[in-house]
């Protein structure tokens, strides 16, 4: 009897074994969502998120537009002061569609469209005009994913990616990348109110 309990037993463990050991094989599957970095973007190929208007006028010309953010009242900004106060003359600058918000000197993307030429630079991969969601699916599978449909003003509805902003998930904002007609229309940087 005792035998026979022995021969049961040991029958199993070489089939746990196998089973774990094919379990082992598979790779596990990264889910989380992708990472977009600050430090890893260029835009056009030449600037961070963060410049100079020195910089600003040599890699992009003069702002076609501007506007005051007190005119558009957003719900936050990048230069904010601790105290959560705003600098009065902080304003949006326009250029090629794109929008980026000044303070004094300082300048920072604050969304980039890229149906007028702009680009970014992501890694080594540039995202453009041209880049499809099948692209987009390439780079970051998790995030296409769950990617949603959002109404966007004047454009209508688009497909939107959403991205991490850092890897510690430190920051409450993530990067929106916006699709329209299967081609990457705008990548924007939000944050929560």
């Known amino acids: 009897m005792l035998s026979l309990a022995l021969t049961v037993s040991c029958n199993e463990k070489p089939n746990k074994t196998v089973a774990t050991a094919q379990q082992a094989d598979v790779p596990k599957r990264d889910t989380a969502v992708e990472v977009m970095e600050e430090r890893d973007i260029l835009l056009n190929g030449k600037l961070p998120r963060y410049f100079s208007m020195q910089e600003f006028r040599a890699a992009l010309g ?15 900004n990048i230069f904010q002061e601790t105290d959560g106060s705003v600098d009065p003359e902080a304003r949006y600058l326009y250029k090629n569609g794109s929008r980026y918000e000044n303070v004094k000197e300082k300048a920072a993307i604050d969304e980039v469209r890229f149906s007028d030429g702009d680009f970014i630079v992501f890694k080594g991969h540039t995202l453009n005009k041209q880049t499809t969601m099948t692209d987009l699916k390439k780079l970051f599978p998790n995030a296409a994913q769950q990617a949603t449909v959002t109404d966007v003003a004047g454009e209508g509805q688009l497909d939107m990616i959403c991205l991490r902003e850092d890897k510690n998930n430190i920051s409450d904002g993530h990067i929106r990348l916006y699709v329209k007609d299967g081609r990457l229309f705008a990548l924007q940087w939000w944050f929560p109110c």
């Open 62 to 76: 003069e702002p076609d537009s501007s506007r005051l953010l007190a005119d558009e009242e957003p719900c936050t």
